[in-house]
């Protein structure tokens, strides 16, 4: 029998939850709430006598500021309650934990079918309120109804209406099943299997996999197993996780034929092979830091004699799409996983975040199935928030692009630094290896059906059918104590290899760890679930999260099982790894599933593309007459892109663990962005780690081949800019695509695949020229939507991450000022490339045509760029720098202001002095975003070094920083272009997302 607790806040204490809801409602939503108290909800499903129940009551609620009471708590006057809870089967975490403190009064674990489940009270007051308003404010604000309940209560009828105690618990009865599948049907029936299944198989895969289990070698094996001679759906499912665009990237993996604008053909043979592996093969021919790329779960680099550097960053698109806090939680703590799962297993060091959305103001019709841009911006970011504070690990690098395109599928990037030493147990600790006969062992969170299909869902469009169950909810305190016992027997010795379950759940962990030993032989039916009812196809394949998979020595898997009992955390035994050559799952003591490895990796037939590239027409605006440019650049440093994003910033903690050198914020408020960051990576020394990054996926829309060349060059130079350098720095790619492949449903696909093509020979170019490898990276191709009946096509965007060794993070340089009278100049060469540029954007939206702001698109010379860095670095060593930023979004006039804002000070500029090609206007000067440029500011005791060291280099003394807080520029004619009083680019700056 369960029962209920109701816990709210004393008259008195301020709410602040509560509060959060009438600003949301009244700014967001226009409604007119008053006020709003809340309370929490726990359901215990445990029978207790009623001296237990008090027990239990009183350690969930704080006496001091909080009341409680078994069963209904009193409520004050108000105009609605909506009451808001978990559907059966979605991951509640604080239920979870709540199960922890049960169990810890009544000192005895708990039963599998005892458990806490939590709902939120909200009452709320306003006398114009009507149901409607409140049924829209749940809606909307409050819950998803993909994943929780929501119930609306006037005061008359939550007076009548009986305390609830029932649960949200799946209590199915049903009978495992594993169904054959037959594959002997016509095309339509084999794609009706597909469809039906959201296996996002094609026609040829499915004709694969037919030929494939009617081979006499297959039917003789099949036969020798007890299987029928046709696949179970354990096995089609399998296959198609495996076969996913998610997990094989079979669009980077491809042959394409590219024609370009001028009519020459070529044949590419996989883009990721050619280009990605390619260009970090030639690079490697010079270096000798790189330690494992492209084979494992992060990229590894070394760092010192000592320790080993892991990166990854991943995407989380379509769960962040359905479920915004769910997705973005399970991706910081699924990035987490991946350094987890690298060789031998990485500590933890540090996170980074990154967002593209659609305007949080944005007022436009919304396709049905959609939720709004600003509802996905707050769910997203208190996922990755939550996911990183309650895991204990500092935010370092965090950004947010907008643009209405992406209103049909968010992007949300999440990644994660790891530090792993360079031996463990005398051996190098990157490497895998498994033999046969070692134990498989999965340890963490238990099997639901969260996260079926995550990896075939995220592998097609996002359209109106779109299964609920790929939606996941990351439990960051389960993981941690996962994370924590994992260290411990790492540094044991007690396993041999490791990685974790992502993608495709076991399906997928196990069946890359057998590759290793040849084969493997899987039981399902001990495998821990968190309820009844599961298939075996499902437990299989879930992506429930928090569970990581092992290959255990079998002389240490019982010591391996006591140390995992004694810090409490889930591990069982599944089976052992083989040299069979097959994949083998069993359920209830039969064989349910035998998949020879050779096809299960490598019988995916090869996609076939076409491309070919027309450059865009896109016209230009208008460009005003010379004036006073003050005025732009309050609206520039206003805008979405280029404004502030320190607000929600904050809610995120980057401190912990006291390793931060340069913060995500500098300057004498803390409010300045900085073009990178810095941190050490372990205490006591002066060695440390810096991480940048670079994306604008507006100059995707002029060309792609320049756009990929400006997010690596941004990503580089910012690491320059703080003192980092060229030799020791290493990339990471990130893809985000819409559907490129040319069908009915993407009828300009030659167009899109040649702009992927475009971005590839960018990559291999840039990242050769600048000797820096990418280390590690993910695509992510069907970035569309079609909810609504209306298709929505994200702009094709890479978001380039850098990271570098530090050997002296004492000699770090930041962006803002530092002292009246130093001298600041400008490094590099500004052109007339103001091809969607933050001032084009700017015009054109005044102007009434937001998509025209064509013109030159910003381009890379390598070569130049690369002497200019490498000067740069001599003048950080040398200490001639007092500050370096380097421009961005709004070119120089942005640079300057926000280099004056960091330091509180004024600055007085001559445009006439700045290194430019010739004939340029003030405006081309002022807000051209041309690449491989700096803004720096030297003592004037120095200045004669720094000019020298620059000889034959763009670079030239263009004005000096100044006691006075205001920028002034001086145009060519020598008029003052700018005069901004620095607080009130502060505040232009500050206001936009303020509070938001």
């Given at each position: 029998?369960?029962?209920?607790?109701?816990?709210?806040?004393?008259?008195?204490?301020?709410?602040?939850?509560?509060?959060?809801?009438?600003?949301?409602?009244?700014?967001?939503?226009?409604?007119?709430?008053?006020?709003?108290?809340?309370?929490?909800?726990?359901?215990?499903?445990?029978?207790?006598?009623?001296?237990?129940?008090?027990?239990?009551?009183?350690?969930?609620?704080?006496?001091?500021?909080?009341?409680?009471?078994?069963?209904?708590?009193?409520?004050?006057?108000?105009?609605?309650?909506?009451?808001?809870?978990?559907?059966?089967?979605?991951?509640?975490?604080?239920?979870?934990?709540?199960?922890?403190?049960?169990?810890?009064?009544?000192?005895?674990?708990?039963?599998?079918?005892?458990?806490?489940?939590?709902?939120?009270?909200?009452?709320?007051?306003?006398?114009?309120?009507?149901?409607?308003?409140?049924?829209?404010?749940?809606?909307?604000?409050?819950?998803?109804?993909?994943?929780?309940?929501?119930?609306?209560?006037?005061?008359?009828?939550?007076?009548?209406?009986?305390?609830?105690?029932?649960?949200?618990?799946?209590?199915?009865?049903?009978?495992?099943?594993?169904?054959?599948?037959?594959?002997?049907?016509?095309?339509?029936?084999?794609?009706?299997?597909s469809r039906d299944g959201i296996l996002s198989l094609s026609l040829e895969e499915m004709h694969a996999i037919r030929d494939y289990f009617r081979s006499p070698e297959v039917q003789k094996a099949r036969s020798e197993s007890g299987l029928g001679s046709q696949p179970t759906d354990v096995e089609l499912e399998c296959l198609a996780q495996t076969w996913s665009?998610?997990?094989?990237?079979?669009?980077?993996?491809?042959?394409?034929?590219?024609?370009?604008?001028?009519?020459?053909?070529?044949?590419?043979?996989?883009?990721?092979?050619?280009?990605?592996?390619?260009?970090?093969?030639?690079?490697?021919k010079k270096i000798d830091w790189l330690v494992s790329v492209f084979s494992d779960n992060a990229g590894v680099i070394k760092f010192n004699e000592h320790y080993n550097i892991s990166y990854k960053v991943e995407t989380h698109n379509s769960p962040s799409a359905l479920d915004p806090y769910g997705g973005a939680i399970t991706g910081i703590v699924g990035v987490?996983?991946?350094?987890?799962?690298?060789?031998?297993?990485?500590?933890?060091?540090?996170?980074?975040?990154?967002?593209?959305?659609?305007?949080?103001?944005?007022?436009?019709?919304?396709?049905?199935?959609?939720?709004?841009?600003?509802?996905?911006?707050?769910?997203?970011?208190?996922?990755?928030?939550?996911?990183?504070?309650?895991?204990?690990?500092?935010?370092?690098?965090?950004?947010?692009?907008?643009?209405?395109?992406?209103?049909?599928?968010?992007?949300?990037?999440?990644?994660?630094?790891?530090?792993?030493?360079?031996?463990?147990?005398?051996?190098?600790?990157?490497?895998?290896?498994?033999?046969?006969?070692?134990?498989?062992?999965?340890?963490?969170?238990?099997?639901?059906?969260?996260?079926?299909?995550?990896?075939?869902?995220?592998?097609?469009?996002?359209?109106?059918?779109?299964?609920?169950?790929?939606?996941?909810?990351?439990?960051?305190?389960?993981?941690?104590?996962?994370?924590?016992?994992?260290?411990?027997?790492?540094?044991?010795?007690?396993?041999?290899?490791?990685?974790?379950?992502?993608?495709?759940?076991?399906?997928?962990?196990?069946?890359?760890?057998?590759?290793?030993?040849?084969?493997?032989?899987?039981?399902?039916?001990?495998?821990?679930?968190?309820?009844?009812?599961?298939?075996?196809?499902?437990?299989?394949?879930?992506?429930?999260?928090?569970?990581?998979?092992?290959?255990?020595?079998?002389?240490?898997?019982?010591?391996?099982?006591?140390?995992?009992?004694?810090?409490?955390?889930?591990?069982?035994?599944?089976?052992?790894?083989?040299?069979?050559?097959?994949?083998?799952?069993?359920?209830?003591?039969?064989?349910?599933?035998?998949?020879?490895?050779?096809?299960?990796?490598?019988?995916?037939?090869?996609?076939?593309?076409?491309?070919?590239?027309?450059?865009?027409?896109?016209?230009?605006?208008?460009?005003?007459?010379?004036?006073?440019?003050?005025?732009?650049?309050?609206?520039?440093?206003?805008?979405?892109?280029?404004?502030?994003?320190?607000?929600?910033?904050?809610?995120?903690?980057?401190?912990?663990?006291?390793?931060?050198?340069?913060?995500?914020?500098?300057?004498?408020?803390?409010?300045?962005?900085?073009?990178?960051?810095?941190?050490?990576?372990?205490?006591?020394?002066?060695?440390?780690?810096?991480?940048?990054?670079?994306?604008?996926?507006?100059?995707?829309?002029?060309?792609?081949?320049?756009?990929?060349?400006?997010?690596?060059?941004?990503?580089?130079?910012?690491?320059?800019?703080?003192?980092?350098?060229?030799?020791?720095?290493?990339?990471?790619?990130?893809?985000?695509?819409?559907?490129?492949?040319?069908?009915?449903?993407?009828?300009?696909?030659?167009?899109?695949?040649?702009?992927?093509?475009?971005?590839?020979?960018?990559?291999?170019?840039?990242?050769?020229?600048?000797?820096?490898?990418?280390?590690?990276?993910?695509?992510?191709?069907?970035?569309?939507?079609?909810?609504?009946?209306?298709?929505?096509?994200?702009?094709?965007?890479?978001?380039?991450?850098?990271?570098?060794?530090?050997?002296?993070?004492?000699?770090?340089?930041?962006?803002?000022?530092?002292?009246?009278?130093?001298?600041?100049?400008?490094?590099?060469?500004?052109?007339?490339?103001?091809?969607?540029?933050?001032?084009?954007?700017?015009?054109?939206?005044?102007?009434?045509?937001?998509?025209?702001?064509?013109?030159?698109?910003?381009?890379?010379?390598?070569?130049?760029?690369?002497?200019?860095?490498?000067?740069?670095?001599?003048?950080?060593?040398?200490?001639?720098?007092?500050?370096?930023?380097?421009?961005?979004?709004?070119?120089?006039?942005?640079?300057?202001?926000?280099?004056?804002?960091?330091?509180?000070?004024?600055?007085?500029?001559?445009?006439?002095?700045?290194?430019?090609?010739?004939?340029?206007?003030?405006?081309?000067?002022?807000?051209?975003?041309?690449?491989?440029?700096?803004?720096?500011?030297?003592?004037?005791?120095?200045?004669?070094?720094?000019?020298?060291?620059?000889?034959?280099?763009?670079?030239?003394?263009?004005?000096?920083?100044?006691?006075?807080?205001?920028?002034?520029?001086?145009?060519?004619?020598?008029?003052?272009?700018?005069?901004?009083?620095?607080?009130?680019?502060?505040?232009?700056?500050?206001?936009?997302?303020?509070?938001?």
């Amino acid at each position: 029998m369960s029962f209920r607790i109701e816990i709210g806040l004393k008259r008195g204490v301020r709410d602040p939850r509560g509060d959060g809801v009438v600003s949301k409602a009244r700014s967001f939503l226009r409604l007119p709430v008053g006020s709003c108290r809340t309370r929490d909800v726990y359901k215990v499903d445990l029978d207790l006598p009623a001296r237990d129940q008090r027990k239990v009551q009183k350690a969930f609620a704080d006496p001091v500021i909080a009341r409680s009471a078994l069963g209904r708590l009193p409520a004050a006057s108000f105009a609605w309650m909506i009451e808001v809870g978990f559907k059966p089967g979605v991951t509640d975490n604080v239920g979870r934990t709540a199960q922890v403190v049960v169990a810890d009064v009544l000192d005895r674990e708990l039963g599998v079918h005892e458990g806490v489940y939590t709902s939120v009270q909200y009452f709320l007051t306003g006398h114009e309120l009507t149901r409607e308003d409140a049924s829209r404010l749940g809606r909307d604000l409050l819950a998803n109804e993909l994943i929780q309940t929501i119930r609306v209560f006037s005061p008359e009828e939550w007076a009548v209406e009986p305390v609830d105690n029932t649960v949200p618990v799946i209590r199915e009865k049903t009978e495992p099943v594993v169904k054959t599948m037959d594959l002997s049907g016509s095309d339509e029936a084999l794609m009706k299997i597909s469809r039906d299944g959201i296996l996002s198989l094609s026609l040829e895969e499915m004709h694969a996999i037919r030929d494939y289990f009617r081979s006499p070698e297959v039917q003789k094996a099949r036969s020798e197993s007890g299987l029928g001679s046709q696949p179970t759906d354990v096995e089609l499912e399998c296959l198609a996780q495996t076969w996913s665009e998610h997990c094989k990237h079979k669009i980077f993996s491809g042959i394409i034929r590219y024609v370009d604008e001028n009519g020459r053909e070529e044949t590419i043979d996989s883009l990721f092979k050619t280009f990605i592996r390619g260009s970090t093969e030639e690079i490697t021919k010079k270096i000798d830091w790189l330690v494992s790329v492209f084979s494992d779960n992060a990229g590894v680099i070394k760092f010192n004699e000592h320790y080993n550097i892991s990166y990854k960053v991943e995407t989380h698109n379509s769960p962040s799409a359905l479920d915004p806090y769910g997705g973005a939680i399970t991706g910081i703590v699924g990035v987490n996983r991946d350094p987890m799962g690298t060789g031998m297993g990485c500590e933890l060091v540090c996170n980074s975040w990154g967002y593209c959305l659609g305007s949080p103001f944005y007022d436009g019709h919304l396709p049905e199935g959609l939720m709004h841009p600003r509802r996905i911006r707050d769910g997203v970011h208190h996922g990755v928030i939550d996911g990183g504070n309650q895991s204990g690990i500092p935010w370092v690098r965090g950004f947010e692009r907008f643009d209405d395109r992406f209103i049909g599928k968010p992007l949300v990037y999440c990644g994660t630094v790891g530090r792993i030493p360079r031996l463990l147990q005398d051996r190098p600790s990157e490497r895998k290896e498994i033999m046969p006969g070692d134990a498989i062992v999965m340890c963490g969170g238990r099997i639901g059906k969260d996260g079926i299909h995550g990896a075939t869902f995220s592998s097609e469009e996002l359209r109106q059918e779109s299964p609920a169950q790929a939606v996941q909810i990351g439990d960051p305190i389960t993981q941690r104590k996962m994370y924590e016992f994992l260290m411990e027997a790492r540094d044991l010795g007690l396993f041999r290899a490791i990685t974790d379950n992502g993608a495709g759940g076991l399906s997928s962990s196990l069946g890359e760890m057998s590759r290793l030993s040849g084969g493997a032989d899987l039981d399902l039916t001990h495998a821990p679930l968190k309820y009844d009812g599961l298939q075996p196809w499902e437990i299989l394949l879930s992506e429930a999260q928090e569970r990581m998979s092992l290959a255990v020595f079998p002389e240490k898997l019982d010591e391996f099982m006591a140390l995992a009992k004694r810090r409490d955390v889930e591990a069982v035994a599944l089976g052992q790894f083989t040299d069979s050559g097959a994949f083998v799952v069993r359920y209830a003591g039969k064989i349910v599933a035998r998949i020879d490895m050779e096809f299960l990796h490598e019988g995916c037939p090869r996609l076939h593309m076409e491309a070919r590239w027309t450059p865009p027409q896109i016209a230009a605006p208008k460009r005003p007459r010379r004036g006073d440019r003050t005025r732009v650049l309050e609206k520039i440093l206003g805008s979405l892109n280029a404004c502030s994003k320190e607000y929600k910033s904050r809610i995120y903690d980057g401190e912990v663990k006291g390793l931060s050198v340069v913060k995500p914020f500098v300057g004498v408020f803390s409010d300045a962005p900085s073009d990178a960051t810095i941190m050490r990576v372990e205490h006591g020394t002066h060695e440390g780690i810096v991480l940048a990054e670079g994306i604008n996926p507006f100059f995707s829309d002029l060309d792609t081949y320049h756009m990929m060349a400006s997010v690596i060059d941004e990503a580089v130079r910012r690491i320059i800019s703080v003192g980092g350098k060229l030799g020791q720095m290493a990339g990471l790619d990130n893809f985000c695509w819409p559907d490129p492949v040319l069908s009915e449903k993407t009828p300009d696909g030659l167009y899109k695949m040649a702009q992927l093509v475009r971005a590839n020979k960018a990559l291999y170019d840039l990242t050769v020229a600048y000797g820096v490898p990418a280390i590690s990276g993910k695509d992510s191709m069907k970035n569309d939507s079609v909810r609504g009946g209306r298709k929505i096509s994200i702009p094709p965007t890479v978001l380039f991450s850098t990271i570098a060794k530090m050997d002296d993070v004492r000699k770090a340089v930041t962006m803002d000022f530092k002292k009246p009278g130093d001298v600041v100049y400008v490094i590099g060469l500004t052109r007339d490339e103001m091809g969607a540029s933050e001032y084009y954007r700017l015009l054109a939206a005044g102007q009434g045509n937001a998509a025209d702001y064509g013109g030159a698109a910003p381009q890379v010379d390598a070569e130049k760029a690369k002497a200019l860095y490498e000067t740069m670095s001599k003048a950080t060593d040398a200490g001639l720098l007092r500050s370096s930023h380097t421009p961005t979004l709004g070119g120089l006039a942005a640079a300057f202001a926000l280099a004056a804002m960091g330091g509180n000070l004024g600055a007085e500029i001559r445009l006439a002095d700045v290194p430019a090609d010739a004939g340029l206007s003030d405006d081309e000067l002022l807000f051209s975003e041309s690449n491989s440029r700096f803004v720096v500011t030297c003592a004037p005791e120095k200045a004669g070094e720094l000019e020298a060291l620059f000889q034959g280099r763009p670079c030239a003394r263009v004005g000096s920083v100044a006691q006075e807080p205001r920028l002034k520029v001086h145009g060519l004619q020598g008029t003052t272009v700018l005069n901004g009083d620095i607080a009130d680019l502060r505040k232009a700056f500050k206001k936009t997302l303020y509070g938001i």
